[in-house]
């Protein structure tokens, strides 16, 4: 079987190798990946864009606020230590064959940056996902953890449609028999030593390794506002690089050992093509969205919708594009509580004491977010709940604001302020753009970074013509002399649309040291951003019980993520310079020739248990680990009657 289906792959392959390989694959959802690489790899080497990308990428990573710390990154985040200037002026002397390779190059050592905020997303080769039917989970059998093919492979995959299992079909391949395997090996190495390796390379997004491992698997999430289920980073990672991934494992029901080379299918997640021409101007080439835009210009402060102006700190998951659902049979079968529609879902667990929220993101409706918080509380209240678990599993971030106000909310407005302290990077085009933006009178209707967006440590909002940048603070990291803004105050508080109780609706006092006490946070770790703050804010003031589930055997996992205080995309950064009228300064990164995102962790969030720490480089490690089981991995449900019991 296995020969059998390299010879077709290596057939359709031959088949594809026409004039333009674009043409070959214009219109269909699926393709051999080698099809697809074949397409990606036909447009040739360009040194005007190879410039163009990496003058871009090394102006916009001026104002990385962790850019030092990568010279000597601190334990346990040592892995993602690297010259980040050196590396830039390796790319820009590379010598590639193609457009592809010096593109692919950049997003792959962004990627291994792991900071989700921090990273290049070419729009051009980020639009196939590959996707095996064969997505991996670690979970514990009979006591013992090890990894194994999602037993709902089948029930999961089949999402993907007919035009997705029908290629195997042709193939010949069997994939629905290695459901629920044991995996022995993966291209002949331990399981855990392969995920290792994809969690290194493939997954990016987070400091921590742990919580890469946990990304490499496939795990239930909340996609926008409906239950899905993730394919995992092994299974379906973004590009085409790979062709197939070899196993060992035992498959249901079979006592020996075999050897199966799956191969990939890749899904395409761009803009509709017809030929290579066209796949370059939808795909590749800069349209009108790619850069930014000078907001004294195309708005009034009236037109502004204050929404676009809210401060973001969430991950982009390409992975998402193809996401599918969660097979309806693992969806809760509890009924919802009112305040469910959106991004939260919540439920009471069996005898009305325990409330669950599963908070899938912080983003979505920003009104109705909050709205949904206060309805979800008040149904608890009423039902007579008193602990609450908070589920944050794959949640990606989202608004900074929405994650002060759950805080608030549950630790009452008696608490004081809800964020961190913050600060932005005190580069020269920094200093520049403040001071312009003052003589301009700019304010934070169309900048970001206007005085007016934040408060004084007091909380006194500043005012628009405050220089916070006017004098730096000096810093040094690494050995390195990196000055800062003045430290700074959110102030969510004025964004808030709902009241705040003054005390906390649930006692948050630590009761004895039970699996979970009164509140209590379950995840996978993949807590990114926003919500990386939040249940950072939960921990250093509640010392909130945190668990964490799955991640390698005898590996830390930490309950958070990255912990980027805001993160603006490559246009916001951009339109900050332009409405500064500072576009023509030699500092200011080029407008992109090509259409992609190089966007930026552009404020640190300060810890409170060491304020000369950012919380992004701060261990902490969850109360308690749990394993995965086949009834867990993919069951929210079953997950928290398993952690309430
Ligand atoms: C390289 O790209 C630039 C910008 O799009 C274009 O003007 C130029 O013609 C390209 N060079 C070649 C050799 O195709
Ligand atoms: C890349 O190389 C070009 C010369 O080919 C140079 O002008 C440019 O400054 C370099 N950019 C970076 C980021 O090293
Ligand atoms: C695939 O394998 C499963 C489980 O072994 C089996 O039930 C099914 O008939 C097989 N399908 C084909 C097309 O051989
Ligand atoms: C995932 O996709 C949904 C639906 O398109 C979107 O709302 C959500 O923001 C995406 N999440 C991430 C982390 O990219
Ligand atoms: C739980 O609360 C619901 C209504 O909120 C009520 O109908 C039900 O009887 C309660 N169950 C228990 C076990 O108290
Ligand atoms: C807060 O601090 C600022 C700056 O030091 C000061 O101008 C302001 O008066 C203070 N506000 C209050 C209420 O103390
Ligand atoms: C720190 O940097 C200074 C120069 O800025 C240098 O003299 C000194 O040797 C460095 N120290 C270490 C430990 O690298």
């Known amino acids: 079987m296995r020969i059998i289906s390299i010879i077709s792959l290596l057939l359709t392959y031959v088949r594809f190798a026409t004039a333009d390989p674009c043409a070959d694959i214009a219109g269909k959802a699926f393709v051999p990946p080698a099809a697809a690489l074949a397409c990606l790899k036909s447009f040739p080497f360009n040194e005007t864009l190879r410039v163009n990308m990496m003058n871009n990428a090394a102006r916009v990573l001026d104002f990385y606020t962790f850019e030092e710390y990568y010279l000597k990154s601190p334990p346990p985040f040592q892995e993602s230590t690297v010259n980040i200037r050196a590396t830039l002026a390796r790319l820009n002397a590379t010598a590639y064959e193609t457009d592809y390779d010096a593109s692919w190059d950049l997003y792959m050592f962004t990627t291994q940056m792991n900071d989700g905020h921090t990273r290049w997303f070419p729009n051009c080769y980020n639009s196939y996902q590959n996707v095996l039917p064969a997505p991996v989970i670690t979970a514990s059998v009979n006591g013992e953890e090890g990894v194994y093919i999602a037993p709902d492979a089948v029930e999961f995959i089949s999402l993907l449609g007919e035009e997705y299992t029908s290629f195997f079909d042709s193939i010949h391949f069997n994939w629905t028999r290695l459901a629920g395997a044991k995996v022995l090996a993966i291209e002949d190495q331990d399981p855990y030593a392969y995920v290792d390796t994809i969690a290194s390379t493939v997954s990016g997004n987070y400091l921590d390794h742990g919580v890469r491992v946990n ?60 030929d290579a021409e066209s796949f370059w101007a939808n795909n590749c080439a800069a349209n009108e969205a790619t850069n930014g835009v000078d907001n004294k210009d195309v708005v009034s402060a009236a037109t502004v919708s204050a929404k676009s102006r809210l401060a973001k700190a969430e991950i982009i998951d390409l992975s998402n594009s193809s996401a599918v659902g969660l097979p309806q049979q693992f969806i809760p079968t509890l009924p919802p509580v009112s305040g469910s529609t959106g991004v939260i879902k919540s439920y009471i667990l069996p005898g009305n004491h325990t409330g669950v929220m599963f908070v899938g993101s912080f983003g979505g409706d920003f009104d109705a977010f909050m709205s949904d918080v206060v309805q979800t509380i008040t149904a608890f209240q009423e039902a007579g709940v008193t602990r609450l678990i908070l589920d944050l599993t794959n949640n990606g971030g989202g608004f900074v604001c929405l994650g002060q106000f759950l805080f608030q909310y549950l630790a009452g407005s008696s608490f004081g ?29 169309i900048t970001f970074y206007s005085a007016d967006n934040w408060a004084f440590l007091n909380g006194t909002q500043m005012p ?50 039970r699996k979970c006490s009164k509140q209590s946070i379950v995840g996978n770790g993949n807590c990114a951003s926003t919500c990386a703050m939040f249940s950072t804010l939960m921990n250093e003031h509640f010392l909130t019980k945190n668990a964490v589930f799955g991640g390698k055997p005898g590996e830390n996992v930490e309950f958070k993520g990255m912990a980027g205080n805001q993160v603006l995309e490559w246009t916001d950064l951009d339109s900050e310079i332009k409405t500064a009228d500072l576009d023509d300064d030699p500092l200011a990164p080029p407008d992109l020739l090509i259409s992609g995102n190089f966007r930026v962790n552009w404020r640190t969030a300060w810890s409170f248990f060491d304020e000369q720490k950012p919380i992004a480089y701060v261990s902490e490690l969850p109360r308690f680990r749990f394993p995965y089981t086949f009834d867990t991995y993919n069951n929210p449900q079953n997950l928290w009657l398993f952690a309430y019991v």
Do not use: M
Not at 248 to 272: M, R
Not at 427 to 435: D, E, G, M, R
Not at 481 to 510: A, K
């Open 215 to 274: 990304s490499v698997f496939s795990s239930y999430r909340i996609s926008g506002t409906d239950f899905s289920q993730r394919v995992g980073d092994l299974a379906g990672p973004i590009g085409v690089v790979q062709t197939a991934v070899k196993f060992q494992l035992i498959p249901v029901g079979s006592t020996s050992a075999e050897t199966v080379t799956v191969p990939f299918l890749a899904n395409f997640i761009g803009v509709p093509f017809t």
């Open 417 to 445: 302020y809800p964020g961190f302290q913050s600060t932005t990077r005190g580069n020269i085009l920094a200093q520049k753009i403040v001071a312009s933006d003052i003589a301009l009178g700019n304010d934070d209707t």
């Open 464 to 513: 628009a013509s405050y220089d916070y940048l006017d004098p730096l603070v000096p810093f040094v990291v690494n050995n390195v002399s990196d000055p800062t803004s003045q430290r700074f105050h959110d102030t969510c508080t004025l964004s808030f649309t709902q009241p705040i109780p003054e005390n906390p609706p649930f006692d948050l006092e630590l009761s004895s040291a």
